[in-house]
Every structure is written in structure tokens, then in C-alpha cells.
């Protein structure tokens, strides 16, 4: 499956952003889906996962209560609305498969999309 991120820029702290990762080549319907992200010195992590049907979500404790895991499978597109932006936040973000309940990502990373939260 080929993963393509959009939607990152600089904002203010407080902001908010919506990311979008549209997939390709294969039927996205049937994947669950997460999104993660890599700051500047850090190793990747994870951020946030959907199930193929919407109908279970799962957020990591240190984004939960201000990110939204959302997707249309119609659109083969997954969203992370993220709200009250602080500046940890700053990262590139990746979407990818992912195992359900390991939370493990299992396809080949895109490119990412960068959010840079300002104080």
C-alpha cells in the first residue's frame, strides 16, 4: 500500500491542525490504521489507531483528550484532528497499517508530514 500524509505547517500553541493519509493499492477498507510520529532526536512512536470498520479507536495516553482518530473508507483516507497543540507536539507524522492491540505498524513508511507547534 502506497501512504501519502498531508495537512502538517506551523502553528501556535493552542492550535489546531488536521492531518489526512490517503492510501492507494490496496483495499483500505480492511486495514486498521494508525498514525505516529518522529521527533527531532527521538524514535519514532506511537500516536493514534483506528480500526478497518471506524468503530474502535485508540489513543496514546500523552495526545488523549486533544487528538481524534477518524477515517473514510470511502475516500481510502484516515484523519488525525489534533487539537490544543503544545510545542512537544512538533514531529513528523507518519500514517501506516497496523497491528491491532501491539499497535505495531506493519507497512513501509511514506514520507510524513511536518508539525511544528510554536510557543
Known amino acids: 500500500v502506497r501512504l501519502v500524509e498531508s495537512g502538517g505547517g506551523l502553528v501556535q500553541a493552542g492550535g489546531s491542525l488536521r492531518l489526512s493519509c490517503t492510501a492507494s493499492g490496496r483495499t483500505f477498507s480492511g486495514y486498521d490504521m494508525g498514525w505516529y510520529r518522529q521527533a527531532p532526536g527521538k524514535e519514532r512512536e506511537f500516536v493514534a489507531a483506528i480500526r478497518w470498520s471506524g468503530i474502535s479507536t485508540y489513543v496514546a495516553d500523552s495526545v488523549k483528550g486533544r487528538f481524534t482518530i477518524s477515517r473514510d473508507n470511502a475516500k481510502n483516507t484516515v484523519y488525525l484532528q489534533m487539537n490544543t497543540l503544545k510545542p512537544e507536539d512538533t514531529a513528523i507524522y507518519y500514517c501506516?497499517?497496523?497491528?491491532?492491540?501491539?499497535?505495531?505498524?506493519?507497512?513501509?513508511w511514506g514520507q510524513g508530514t511536518q508539525v511544528t507547534v510554536s510557543s
Open positions: 501506516n497499517t497496523v497491528d491491532w492491540g501491539t499497535y505495531r505498524p506493519i507497512d513501509s
